[in-house]
């Protein structure tokens, strides 16, 4: 079926860094791919929808300054927390929809020391 | 905007047993309906769904029904087994809009 690759699995950065999130589709085009954040025993929170060669869509509440998401190939979507700071912890989850469904990453958990 | 409830929180059940979970949901126009398991620590997997103009699907010791005038649809596992213990989402979703539930972690006790 198909699959969407998410790396890095975990990451530990310092406050103050940026850290690069991935997400590709291996065997499918995805021109749409949306980002969720998830917080500890709470559901998926979406936070923006990216459109392969287009400005991505934040959700309300979501700075897009802090939370950079680039989308530059059907493959490929990235999201870029910039200057990360503690309360940035969390996992966070892409997604994709292909052939009427929706494939998820495996998610990244990061923890901003 | 859709609004999708989803009962219990949390379940255990004896091994062996049947887990129910429900989901509830307010608009009228959402027309799929997905089952995800997530494990600690990883995202979360299809195991079921079901369309709108479908009213039950099963898969081997899983699921789900559709009752679309009552706007609910609720998922089964019967024979639950140690390994499917997890929280379990619903999700409704309309056009490309995705909303989930609130989750259910299930344990299933040996």
């Known amino acids: 079926g198909a699959v969407v690759s998410q790396h890095p699995s975990w990451v530990i950065c310092k406050s103050g860094t940026s850290v690069k999130i991935e997400c590709r589709s291996l065997?499918?085009?995805?021109?749409?791919m949306f980002w969720y954040r998830q917080f500890p025993k709470q559901s998926l929170m979406l936070m923006a929808t990216?459109?392969?060669?287009?400005?991505?869509?934040?959700e309300q509440g979501v700075e897009k300054d802090k939370f950079l998401i680039n989308h530059a190939s059907l493959t490929l979507s990235t999201l870029t927390v910039t200057s990360a700071h503690p309360e940035d912890s969390s996992f966070y989850i892409c997604?994709?929809?292909?052939?009427?469904?929706?494939?998820f990453g495996s998610g990244t958990r990061l923890t901003v020391v | 905007g859709e609004n999708v409830e989803q009962h219990p929180s949390t379940l255990s059940v004896q091994e062996g047993d049947s887990a129910v979970i429900k989901c509830t949901y307010s608009?009228?126009?959402?027309?799929?309906f997905p089952w995800y398991k997530q494990e600690l620590g990883k995202g979360p997997q299809l195991i079921i769904d079901?369309?709108?103009?479908?009213g039950e699907k099963k898969d081997q010791r899983i699921a789900v029904t559709l009752n679309k005038t009552a706007k609910h649809f609720s998922l089964h596992i019967t024979e639950t087994q140690p390994e499917d213990s997890a929280v379990y989402f619903c999700?409704?979703?309309?056009?490309?809009?995705?909303?989930f539930g609130t989750g259910t972690s299930l344990t299933v006790i040996p």
């Open positions: 997604s994709a929809p292909h052939l009427g469904g929706y494939t």
């Open positions: 065997d499918f085009q995805a021109t749409t």
């Open positions: 990216s459109n392969e060669g287009s400005k991505a869509t934040y």
């Open positions: 608009d009228s126009a959402s027309n799929y």
């Open positions: 079901i369309r709108s103009n479908v």
């Open positions: 999700a409704a979703i309309t056009g490309n809009q995705f909303y």
